[in-house]
């Protein structure tokens, strides 16, 4: 007999054999106007659930992970994951689910064998992804050098990227796959928004995926994405932009021409966590030349992960600036100008929000607090909200180049 579990914005369906999540008679602003899909799964095929408990302050969440290479074709959801909210009253009940599907979870995934970890991993990440995110998923950094059917490893840079999964893809098509993203690292810039990414997707062997596994492929690998180029006048041919500093309005007569660093930008979702994973995962990777092997963890002295830090000197892309705000354990990123006042949102957890532009950085920190609290009418003081994605975890409101000069 199947047990009915009310949610706030969905339902979760339990039988013996299988596992629901709807959203009938859901009101379409609780859903921001997006119509979610049904996910549909047999219980042995939940591979993780996460339990929050609501408050007095706000709801509850519990989110059920499901590995697609244990699922029919036809019940495979996009996301390889659904997330439904639910109220403090409804506690115990949600509790009960995520008992009961954790027991399932846990007892599947002994069962199966790395092999298969590793291929379902990356069909829930639409068949690409790169080291960390893998280890993201894994718990553990998938070695590089192991040879699995199926998927194929190849480097986007100083990273590792995989392709493949349980589908049957041709190698040549997972390599293709990777050399395409390999080469938007080095045609699109770092500050790109997300309707530029899909753009440039869209011509590529990746265009088979959705505008938020790009975003966060993106994301991912941008320690490989050079910063933008700036387009320069003839008559002004010897002047470049450096990061991190104004552009002035007019050169001088007797201004130096300035060489733009080829700096590396490292935005990661927690920099600690993505070091430990590239710490513990202890493989090396490839080198394209005499001076990385220079600056190898051997030569320096130091990790990967502190070597990617250092490099990260600068939140600024051309006189943009990046951006990150964290609420109720999401993390959303966004790229805020300073001449305009406008903050485009480039990641997010929940596609209404992804690709959005906000007048000014107090009303993207109202919008990105209302998707999570909702019933939260602020004050937003986006300035305070906001932080510089530069590992300083700076208010917006402190960076004297992030005002409008009055």
Request: glycine share 8%; proline share 7%.
């Amino acid at each position: 007999m199947a047990q009915w579990f009310e949610g706030f914005d969905g339902q979760i369906v339990l039988d013996d054999d299988y596992v629901w999540i709807l959203r009938e008679d859901i009101p379409a602003d609780l859903t921001h106007g997006t119509v979610l899909p049904t996910l549909r799964a047999h219980r042995g095929a939940v591979i993780g659930t996460e339990f929050r408990p609501a408050t007095a302050n706000g709801l509850g969440t519990l989110r059920i992970k499901v590995s697609s290479g244990r699922t029919a074709p036809r019940d495979r959801h996009p996301a390889g994951f659904d997330t439904v909210r639910f109220s403090l009253t409804s506690n115990d009940r949600f509790s009960t689910v995520h008992l009961l599907l954790a027991a399932t979870a846990a007892d599947a995934m002994e069962a199966v064998a790395p092999d298969d970890q590793l291929r379902a991993a990356l069909d829930e990440l639409d068949g690409i992804a790169t080291q960390a995110e893998l280890a993201g998923v894994l718990g553990e950094s998938p070695d590089v050098m192991q040879v699995v059917d199926g998927v194929t490893w190849n480097s986007v840079g100083k990273l590792w990227v995989a392709a493949g999964g349980t589908s049957t893809v041709p190698a040549d098509t997972r390599l293709e796959w990777i050399r395409a993203l390999r080469e938007l690292t080095r045609r699109v810039p770092a500050n790109a928004g997300i309707k530029t990414l899909q753009t440039a997707v869209g011509a590529t062997a990746l265009r088979h995926l959705d505008s938020q596994r790009i975003g966060a492929l993106w994301e991912s690998v941008l320690p490989e994405v050079l910063p933008p180029r700036v387009e320069t006048s003839s008559k002004d041919a010897g002047d470049e932009v450096v990061p991190g500093k104004p552009v002035p309005a007019r050169r001088s007569p007797t201004a130096e021409p300035q060489v733009r660093p080829r700096t590396r930008v490292w935005t990661k979702w927690d920099s600690a966590t993505s070091h430990d994973q590239e710490t513990r995962a202890g493989l090396a990777h490839p080198a394209n030349s005499t001076d990385a092997a220079a600056k190898s963890p051997e030569g320096s002295g130091g990790t990967r992960g502190d070597k990617a830090l250092r490099d990260r000197k600068t939140a600024f892309s051309g006189r943009r600036i990046r951006v990150h705000l964290d609420c109720d354990g999401h993390r959303v990123k966004a790229i805020f100008d300073p001449e305009t006042g406008a903050t485009e949102i480039t990641s997010a957890p929940v596609r209404a929000l992804l690709g959005s532009v906000h007048a000014d950085p107090d009303a993207a920190a109202g919008a990105v607090t209302t998707t999570f609290r909702l019933g939260d009418e602020g004050p937003f003081d986006g300035w305070q909200l906001w932080r510089i994605d530069d590992n300083s975890g700076r208010p917006l409101a402190e960076v004297p180049e992030a005002r409008p000069v009055v």
